[in-house]
């Protein structure tokens, strides 16, 4: 295969391993001098160690942990570590996963009580801070990603987050009008817009809806009723775009902004409790420690709310979105 130019080789993307290959994976870290800005190649430390990956297991009915030992290089991905465990020792083993490099969403659990991606978490991540048996084997806990039902094994239903994301209408709402320039209007459909408008929003557009947030949120864990992190950020993917109609964006802020019945909060407000929108939320900020894409979700949440303050009285709320 060609040599990937350095400024990519960092992205290379390193194939979960095949039962033969198990422990044998090799890669390398390019990174920039810091002084003269030519990459330098350090080997990956490829020295083994043997940890017990407890899982909590469930069927559908009864759920139980289980352990499984493995010894693999520190540098192996937790989601390479399941897959080594499935093809070698328990094929029963349910777990979700797509591109094996942080970009589909679909592999969040939580590790030593921690939600994170199985991809982008390494042994060597987490072994330090897990706990250490009487024979000195580190034991590393996975277990379904918190505020969401298990469905098995480490496998949770995430339909109440795609539903409430897709209740605030995660597109591009634009008015059809076409913009038009000091000498007229442009003939094509097409929405300008400059550097320092795309930044508004530019973050936003790199969430995967992992549901990393939601479960590393204490009060959508709780299951008060709230909107939640992953749909205030596809939310405000929208309301910060120059592009969306003012009217649309101003239906979004009064979704958001909670009314009597209100359809976008969570599936789990059916404790009794009034409906609150975006308001639950306290600032605690794990949301924006723990995003994977680096993501300032909770930054993002309080320009939402004063974006709603600005925008209260300026459209009826039960034209909110559906
Ligand atoms: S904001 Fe971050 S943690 Fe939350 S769903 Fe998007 S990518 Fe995942
Ligand atoms: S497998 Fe796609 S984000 Fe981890």
Redesign the pocket.
């Known amino acids: 295969m060609a040599a990937l130019p350095p400024h990519r080789a960092q992205f290379r993307h390193t194939a979960p391993m095949s039962a033969k290959s198990s422990v044998d994976i090799t890669a390398t870290a390019v990174a920039p001098d810091a002084v003269t800005g030519a990459s330098t190649v350090t080997p990956a430390d490829t020295s083994q160690t043997t940890v017990i990956v407890r899982i909590h297991r469930f069927d559908g009915h009864a759920s139980w942990q289980q352990d499984y030992r493995i010894t693999v290089p520190a540098h192996t991905s937790l989601?390479d570590c399941l897959l080594l465990i499935k093809r070698t020792q328990d094929p029963s083993l349910a777990f979700r996963?797509?591109?094996?490099?942080?970009?589909?969403?679909?592999?969040a659990v939580s590790i030593d009580g921690i939600p994170r991606?199985?991809?982008?978490t390494k042994i060597s991540d987490v072994q330090k801070d897990a706990e250490a048996q009487a024979n000195g084997i580190s034991v590393i806990t996975l277990a379904p990603l918190p505020a969401f039902s298990p469905v098995r094994d480490l496998i949770v239903n995430l339909n109440p987050m795609l539903d409430q994301i897709r209740r605030l209408e995660p597109y591009l709402r634009a008015s059809d009008a076409l913009r038009t320039t000091p000498s007229g209007a442009i003939n094509v459909f097409e929405y300008l817009q400059h550097p320092d408008e795309l930044e508004a929003f530019d973050q936003l557009t790199n969430c995967?809806a992992?549901g990393v947030c939601e479960g590393a949120c204490p009060i959508y864990v709780d299951g008060t009723p709230f909107v939640g992190p992953a749909a205030a950020v596809a939310a405000g993917r929208f309301i910060f775009d120059s592009r969306d109609d003012p009217q649309s964006r101003a239906q979004r802020l009064a979704a958001l902004d909670h009314t009597a019945n209100d359809p976008i909060d969570t599936a789990s407000s059916s404790n009794g409790a009034a409906p609150a929108g975006i308001w639950p939320c306290k600032g605690l900020r794990f949301c924006t420690q723990r995003c994977p894409r680096g993501i300032d979700v909770s930054g993002a949440i309080w320009k939402i709310m004063q974006a709603i303050k600005e925008n209260r009285g300026r459209v009826a709320p039960h034209s909110a979105v559906k």
Do not use: E, P, Q
Request: proline residues 0%; glycine residues 16%.
């Open positions: 989601l996963y797509s591109c094996g490099h942080g970009m589909c969403g679909s592999d991606l199985l991809c982008l995967i992992c």
